[in-house]
């Protein structure tokens, strides 16, 4: 089986930062794209950012300038560092990754649980 498990939310005031990383654990033989959704009370899930194997990030047009996404290939880990807070991004942050088992051909997509962010005004 393959966990993601993602840590570093919490609550934070506008115009702060946070960092949320998310390590990928388990029968893995290689991982694809990486990637960080996020989730508010009565929307749905929309993507934040994705990176690719190379290390080329992707963002929601909201989040650009503020969030910059990374990843250590050697630790399976994926982090966001969310800078310039803001209340409209608070939501549940979830991480996503592209994932080959061993014994398998193909990549499937796997999630985290999902960490929560607060930005107060």
């Known amino acids: 089986q393959v966990q993601l498990v993602e840590s570093g939310g919490g609550l934070v005031q506008a115009g702060g930062s946070l960092r949320v990383s998310c390590t990928a654990s388990g029968s893995i033989f290689s991982i694809n794209d990486m990637g960080w959704y996020r989730q508010a009370p009565g929307e749905q899930r929309a993507l934040v950012a994705d990176?690719?194997?190379?290390?080329?990030?992707n963002y929601a047009d909201s989040v650009k300038g503020r969030f910059t996404i990374s990843r250590d290939n050697a630790k399976n880990t994926v982090y966001l560092q969310m800078n310039s807070l803001k209340p409209e991004d608070t939501a549940v942050y979830y991480c996503?990754?592209?994932?080959?088992?061993?014994?398998?051909?193909?990549?499937?997509?796997?999630w985290g649980q999902g960490t929560q962010v607060t930005v107060s005004s």
């Open positions: 990176i690719t194997l190379s290390g080329s990030g």
């Open positions: 996503n990754a592209q994932v080959q088992r061993y014994g398998t051909m193909t990549y499937r997509d796997y």
